[in-house]
C-alpha cells in the first residue's frame, strides 16, 4: 500500500505563500492532486496532475496556485501564492486510482490557516 506524507502547512497572513509537499510511495504513474475541507463544508477540488504534467485547477484557486510532480522522486507540490482567508483548510494529497477501479490513497492532511 502507498503512504501519502504531506508537510508544508501553516499559520499565514493574508497574501502571504505556502508550499505544500507530497512524497508517495510506490508508482508514480497515477494521476495525483490536492483536495482541501474547510469547517462545515464539502471537500473540494483544488488542483490534479497527471504523469504527463496536465494539471487541472479549482475555479477558486486560478491564476493563485500551481501544482507539480516529480515522477522521479514521486512527490506532488502545491504552491500556494496570494492566499486568501478563504482558503483556509485542511489540505490533502490525493493519489487516484479509479482507472484500476481502486480507492484513492489520501494523506493525513495538514492544516493551512490565512489570517486576515
Known amino acids: 500500500q502507498v503512504q501519502l506524507a504531506e508537510s508544508g502547512g501553516g499559520l499565514v497572513q493574508a497574501g502571504g505563500s505556502l508550499r505544500l509537499s507530497c512524497a508517495a510511495s510506490?508508482?508514480?504513474?497515477?494521476?495525483m492532486g490536492w483536495y482541501r475541507q474547510a469547517p462545515g463544508k464539502q471537500r473540494e477540488l483544488v488542483a490534479t496532475?497527471?504523469?504527463?504534467?496536465?494539471?487541472t485547477y479549482g475555479d477558486a484557486v486560478k491564476g493563485r496556485f500551481t501544482i507539480s510532480r516529480d515522477n522521479a522522486k514521486n512527490t506532488v507540490h502545491l504552491q500556494m501564492n496570494s492566499l486568501k482567508p478563504e482558503d483556509t483548510a485542511v489540505y490533502y494529497c490525493?493519489?487516484?486510482?479509479?482507472?484500476?477501479?481502486?480507492?484513492?490513497?489520501w494523506g493525513q492532511g495538514t492544516q493551512v490557516t490565512v489570517s486576515s
Open positions: 510506490g508508482s508514480s504513474i497515477n494521476p
Open positions: 490525493n493519489m487516484n486510482r479509479q482507472r484500476w477501479g481502486l480507492p484513492d490513497y
Open positions: 496532475i497527471t504523469s504527463g504534467g496536465t494539471t
